[in-house]
């Protein structure tokens, strides 16, 4: 759109207006790519919210510019936890839901790593909260006049259309609420759905312009390109030492309750469960602790369906992990009322548990794995997955490769996400990763994600002898091989 220096300005009758520019179909896909075919799958509010750190700290390198946005929504949804909780139970059982947001290592992991699933985490909870406040599911004191309840719906209505707006799980964001305003007959939570829902839909299609000229179109090509991965992209992920082709092929149905007891800390996992219990107990007295069971038992459900994406462990469902902090507090109110001074200290150490086991697991927070089963050494051993996202890659890994790849070589991955191309424009990886660029290879860099491994990455891991390997507790993590070492592949039919 810019006229170039030198050129023939165009004659009038070729000059778009800006409302036409804006309203070509052509355009808006070519400058919006998202909501469609992979690798645009998902809606664009988490790339803009990405765009925060571009105003608040334009000065800033790119990548912690890019995260300052998600980073600030997780550190926000921390503060409005641990205030509506201990509004409600106290401030101890407002500090265990906050810690049990913080302290968890797949949200804190995700939440700095400013992923997708610890953006929707933030928005499901902020939904929850919201709802409650417009709903006013607990009369009290706090409560404000009639017309603050109406900005809590808008509210709920702007979460819940960013929610759908992030991926498609936030589609399903509405069904656990549905469920409770069902069984509680409860009619302002009716009318704070449809309220919100109309509020949502509205923010959807908002911050969704290619679909502003194709309503319909638009919002199918979404969905038929998210509910049919299975034929495109199918992944591989090993569970319990079984290698499962997901979606094609379905995780065991209680892999997201074993997921949950693999990757909590024992400590919050505790408390969490004395809130379940207390949930059931006092559903007629005390229905918001129904509908945040409520919520944390749909979205275990839903990743627990036939055929459904399984891998990345618990990236998936991690906004159940959200939800299970509120429950989580919850349970805390319950200790701390029964036990009292005994109580607080058993919160007190659960929140030092799960403090510790994440410090300990710095910097690679998602290998956690819980002392239950014996922490990643354990999991290693049951068959489980000890890394998946290439974070284990450290800088110390990036300076060894730099340091001892001799000029005119290049280093190879098993395989290739595009942060590999940022490393290379930021100068923190030196070395050619391309095929078409020049040189011989000169390393294998392989991590250890059992289910995604090749019959030659297996032999390679098996008999070669490593040059480095980033390791926990242990177990390694990501593994550099000499490029000799690499088993050669055998040609086709042979």
Not at 17 to 35: K, Q, Y
Not at 53 to 70: K, Q
Not at 165 to 190: E, Q, S
Not at 270 to 276: D, E, K, Q, R
Request: aromatic residues 12%; glycine residues 10%; contains cysteine.
């Amino acid at each position: 759109l810019v006229q170039r220096q030198g050129e023939v300005p165009p004659r009038p009758d070729q000059v778009y207006s800006r409302v036409e520019l804006l309203s070509d179909p052509r355009v808006l896909a070519w400058f919006w790519p998202f909501a469609r075919e992979e690798p645009h799958g998902h809606p664009p509010f988490s790339a803009l919210v990405g765009l925060v750190g571009d105003v608040v700290a334009p000065s800033w390198p790119e990548l912690p510019r890019a995260r300052l946005g998600p980073m600030l929504a997780f550190s926000i949804t921390a503060g409005a936890l641990s205030l509506f909780v201990a509004r409600r139970w106290g401030i101890w059982a407002g500090a265990a839901a906050a810690g049990a947001w913080i302290l968890q290592p797949n949200l804190f992991g995700h939440g700095h790593y400013a992923t997708y699933d610890a953006l929707l985490s933030g928005l499901w909870v902020g939904a929850i909260l919201a709802f409650a406040r417009a709903a006013d599911v607990e009369p009290g004191p706090w409560v404000g006049s009639s017309r603050l309840r109406w900005g809590w719906m808008l509210a709920f209505g702007v979460l819940l259309g960013c929610a759908a707006d992030t991926k498609l799980t936030g589609w399903f964001l509405a069904l656990p609420f549905l469920a409770w305003t069902a069984v509680y007959r409860d009619r302002r939570g009716l009318m704070t759905l449809l309220v919100g829902g109309l509020v949502g839909a509205a923010v959807l299609y908002a911050s969704n312009p290619p679909w502003w000229g194709a309503p319909i179109a638009g919002v199918e090509r979404f969905l038929r390109s998210n509910l049919t991965r299975g034929r495109t992209i199918p992944i591989p992920v090993q569970f319990l030492g079984r290698v499962v082709r997901t979606p094609i092929e379905s995780l065991p149905w209680y892999n997201t309750l074993a997921w949950t007891v693999f990757v909590t800390p024992v400590g919050i996992l505790a408390l969490a469960a004395v809130g379940v219990v207390r949930a059931l107990r006092r559903a007629r007295v005390e229905p918001l602790g129904v509908l945040a069971v409520g919520h944390w038992a749909s979205l275990l459900l839903l990743r627990a369906l036939p055929h459904t994406p399984g891998h990345d462990g618990v990236r998936q469902f991690l906004p159940a992990f959200g939800v299970l902090a509120l429950v989580a507090g919850l349970g805390a109110a319950s200790i701390g009322e029964r036990l009292g001074c005994w109580g607080k200290a058993a919160i007190a150490a659960a929140l030092a548990e799960g403090a510790v086991g994440l410090a300990l697991m710095m910097p690679v927070p998602l290998s956690y794995f819980s002392p239950i089963i014996g922490g990643l050494p354990g999991a290693a051993a049951l068959g489980m997955e000890p890394t998946y996202y290439w974070d284990a890659l450290s800088d110390d890994a990036l300076d060894w490769l730099n340091r001892h790849t001799p000029p005119g070589r290049k280093v190879r991955f098993a395989t290739y996400p595009t942060s590999w191309l940022y490393l290379r424009q930021t100068g923190k990886l030196a070395p050619g990763i391309l095929p078409a660029e020049p040189g011989d290879w000169a390393w294998y860099v392989v991590q250890n994600r059992p289910g995604a491994l090749s019959p030659r990455d297996r032999a390679l891991i098996a008999r070669g002898h490593p040059a480095w390997v980033v390791s926990k507790w242990g177990v390694p993590l990501v593994w550099i091989f000499s490029f000799r070492e690499l088993p050669r592949e055998r040609p086709a039919g042979g």
